[in-house]
């Protein structure tokens, strides 16, 4: 059973993480973070020792969690000295459980799909945390410990994480930058972007209980040639925008019309 | 002051418009939908008369709400056979005030920015009410009723509203579709789309306290080469949607220097 943990790493999503195991009864024996200064800001947060130095790191944790940015994983991995065979896991979408391979027998990832701040508290219990483990005893050890967090807890593997992330990168980063540009048409019009907060409240809540090709409302489904025409008249003095709504526009129409043509 | 009201249209909009008049005390005197169906369905829920027929409308409500396609708005107007000078709204962001001029002299707009289904129940109250009218006495009545619905009512004129409308198009038109092809990419995997909910809640969630240029994470705003290389070679097989992907993230990573830019 997995009592205690070292966290590598002080950024979103490391901060989140040690909270939620601390919450939850798991101890957190020590952050690591490149620069002392993020790892003393976490360590302050959950009470415990932090280094800004890899060989100081206590080596006999029952797990060390590496959240980091994925180019960092792979320096940290060669310039760990711990004793033989922690189990070690990442927590990156697009990074194969591999990279582990050959730095200790014992290895997994610890993927929650979620978007961390700082400072946002989340809900851990709701998170999806995708798990995957290179032996069956290493894969029930963070069954355990995800199942102590959340609620909804999944096996998939480096394949299956990959697409998730790149769905994730759709359904979060491209929409958040999405908000981004409404916000930005608004404000070239002195309109307060507070007017588009409910529509982005209901527009994501509403796939809870509908799938989203059948959420779909709006000129680009329709077809309506007259209001695209307009709205990319609007947006003459923004030509990179014009582009992305032209072609999200008509990828809209083509897959409804293939929707409407599969339901036939 | 408006006590009754007709309405004519019996999609999304109206059926969510005459539930939330009358739980509010305005009584809805009519329906009228070119189609009986929908109309004596609508009709069914608020418990009063319809008609499919424009000549049988009641010629001396207090308000007429115009709550139909855009293209439809005109047609509508020019067969209405009512009392002289009755006040007549539409509905529509993208469609301006004057398409009622002629018609009657006492006319506005009653646009809520939101999206509607007909059997999801929204919370009016929460709901940018959106009002314009040709008259100062006009605008205090439709301030008044929509007082009634929504703490959020908004003066907005015409060229405003069709900025709204275009903002909305893209926080919510194409942010759904963003979910779609989300779900599309999970489903090519036999991954469940549930998966993805908790992410695209807290997505939204975080508008209500950070702008979301401020919210904005991931490879592109990283420029994170080797996982947008990654990606779009997953996407290999859908060339349209490796062309928005490309564009997208191109767009994050250019909005995201000049905001870092502005910044200095």
Redesign the interface.
């Known amino acids: 059973m997995i009592e205690n943990v070292v966290i590598i790493g002080a950024g979103?999503l490391a901060t989140q993480l040690a909270q939620a195991f601390q919450e939850n009864g798991i101890q957190i024996s020590q952050i690591y973070s490149r620069t002392a200064e993020s790892a003393s800001e976490l360590a302050g947060k959950v009470g415990i020792g932090f280094t800004n130095d890899l060989s100081q790191l206590i080596t006999n944790a029952d797990l060390y969690v590496i959240a980091v940015n994925?180019?960092a994983i792979r320096p940290i991995l060669e310039n760990l000295q711990l004793e033989e065979n922690r189990l070690i896991v990442h927590t990156a979408g697009?990074v194969p459980m591999s990279i582990l391979d050959g730095f200790t027998n014992n290895y997994g990832v610890f993927y929650p799909?979620?978007?961390f701040?700082k400072t946002?508290k989340?809900d851990f219990q709701?998170?999806?945390i995708?798990i995957e483990a290179n032996h069956p005893s290493n894969l029930m050890k963070l069954q355990e410990l995800a199942g102590k967090l959340s609620r909804?807890v999944?096996q998939?593997n480096t394949?299956?994480r990959?697409?998730?992330?790149?769905?994730?990168?759709?359904?979060?980063?491209?929409?958040?930058?999405?908000?981004?540009?409404?916000?930005?048409?608004?404000q070239?019009?002195k309109?307060n972007?507070?007017?588009?907060?409910?529509?982005?409240?209901?527009?994501?809540?509403?796939?809870?209980?509908?799938?989203?090709?059948d959420?779909?409302?709006?000129?680009?489904?329709?077809n309506?040639s007259?209001?695209i025409q307009?709205?990319l008249k609007?947006?003459h003095d923004r030509p990179?925008?014009q582009?992305?709504?032209s072609?999200?526009t008509?990828?809209?129409f083509?897959?409804h019309q293939k929707h409407k043509h599969d339901l036939l």
Chains 1, 2 share one sequence.
């Open positions: 979103n994925d180019s697009s799909l979620q978007t701040s946002r989340v709701t998170i999806p995708c909804s999944h998939i394949d299956e990959k697409t998730l992330h790149l769905a994730a990168v759709i359904a979060n980063n491209f929409v958040n930058h999405f908000y981004t540009l409404g916000a930005e048409i608004l070239d019009k309109l972007f507070d007017l588009l907060k409910p529509l982005i409240i209901e527009t994501a809540k509403k796939i809870e209980t509908l799938h989203p090709v959420a779909q409302t709006g000129p680009a489904k329709r309506d007259e209001i307009a709205q609007m947006l990179e925008l582009k992305i709504y072609f999200v008509e990828n809209i083509q897959v």
